[in-house]
Structure formats: C-alpha cells, structure tokens
C-alpha cells in the first residue's frame, strides 16, 4: 500500500516551457488536491477534485489546468512556466465517505523550480 | 471564503517545556479543525483533529482545545523532545457543506533545543 505517490521528485524548467506533475493513490479516495507550498506561506491549494469526473479551482489556480485522469490519479499541468511557480507541490487524496473528518494523506512532493 | 491565522511563525523551547499554537478562523461554520507536522523535507502529515462538537482532544503528549465562541484553537505539546522540532500547520474544514477543502495557517516553526 503505496499511499499517495507523486512524479517526478525534483524538476528545472527554464521559462515558456510545460510540464504535468503526476499524482496517484492506491487509498480509493474519492477526493484528490493540489496544493503549492511556499517560504512563510502555508499550504495553498491550487485544485480540488472532489469525485471523479469533477474539478474545482482552489485558492491560486491561475497559471495551471489540472485533470482527474480516473479515481486514482490526478494531474497538474503548468501549460507555460514562469519563475513564480517555483515551488513545493503535493498532492493529496481524501475519502469523502468520512462525513465529517477530512483528513488529507500527503504526497511526498515535488520540488520545481523555473529559472 | 475562510482565512486561518496561526501564531507564533518561530517558536524555541527546551527539551521538557511545554509548547503552545495559536490558530484563529474567520468561517463561523468550519466544524473540522486538523494539526498537521511536517518534518524538514518531508510530507505534512496529520498528528491530531478535532471536530466542532468537542472542546478538547488529548493523545499522549499533545492535545488540542477549540473555542467556537471565540472561534479559535490551539495545539498543546508537552513535554517536548528534541523529535518534536518540525513546522506545525492548523486547518479549518466545513465538511459538512459539501465542500472538501482545507484552510490551512501559514504555519510555526517549532525548535526543542536540547
């Protein structure tokens, strides 16, 4: 039981360029996330994804498209880099079915960086 | 939408001191309050929650307390270990709106200095 996996760990982009940050989870969550973790800035989330077939934009969606490939994988593209979404990104998955506990399984991360 | 704010950002104790978060929330419906931990270069992960209908929460050394009048709640670490030292996040949820999110705080830096 893997958990929460993400690919790839580490990545440099120069500017203009694209990329898609994979994420999947082997939990049968049905709700999946994207957040951005910055110095001094918490946890931001980028894109939800609360059952398959649906997303929702987060707190900072701009700049990224995200797609809920099926249940267990959820993707975040940046489409054209920009040194400002250099970052610390994590997925994470939780079950919906427990009413009213939201607990969220992290990922663990990765670290890109636009030059 | 909610906003979370957690204080101190830096916090240092001595191994054995007790230590204490500070979070406040500004959505008077969040019902679902997490603590997370997350150690240096590595994933957050969850260390304890709380729901709306309880005030406190104890697990061994740490505990959480929730003031819905007052709308805020604080994370208690005891007896502190060197182990402890990582940053701590708050969050807030209304999970009961349908919605999935988490609101977290921008975090503390928690030093136990030997």
């Known amino acids: 039981n893997a958990g929460v996996t993400q690919t790839p760990k580490f990545q440099v982009l120069k500017t203009g360029q694209s990329m898609t940050l994979q994420c999947a989870q082997d939990m049968n969550h049905n709700s999946m996330y994207w957040y951005r973790q910055d110095p001094g800035m918490g946890l931001r989330l980028i894109y939800y994804?609360?059952?398959?077939?649906?997303?929702d934009k987060g707190e900072v969606p701009n700049g990224y498209n995200v797609s809920r490939l099926n249940k267990r994988e959820f993707s975040l593209r940046l489409e054209s880099a920009a040194p400002s979404q250099t970052s610390v990104y994590f997925c994470?998955?939780?079950?919906?079915?427990?009413?009213?506990?939201?607990?969220?399984?992290f990922g663990p991360g990765t670290r890109l960086t636009v030059l | 939408g909610e906003n979370v704010e957690q204080h101190p950002s830096t916090l240092s104790v001595q191994e054995g001191d007790s230590a204490v978060i500070k979070c406040t929330y500004s959505d008077s419906a969040s019902n679902y309050f997490p603590w997370y931990k997350q150690e240096l270069g590595k994933r957050p992960q969850l260390i304890i929650d709380?729901?709306?209908?309880?005030g406190e929460k104890k697990d061994q050394r740490i505990a959480v307390t929730l003031n819905k009048t007052a709308k805020h709640f604080s994370l208690h670490i005891t007896e502190t270990q060197p182990e402890d030292s990582a940053v701590y996040f708050c969050a807030a949820s209304n999970s009961g709106a349908g919605s999935y999110q988490l609101t977290f705080g921008k975090g503390t830096k928690l030093s136990v200095i030997p």
């Open positions: 709380i729901r709306s209908n309880v």
């Open positions: 994470a998955s939780s079950d919906r079915r427990l009413a009213l506990r939201n607990e969220q399984f």
């Open positions: 994804s609360a059952s398959e077939g649906t997303t």
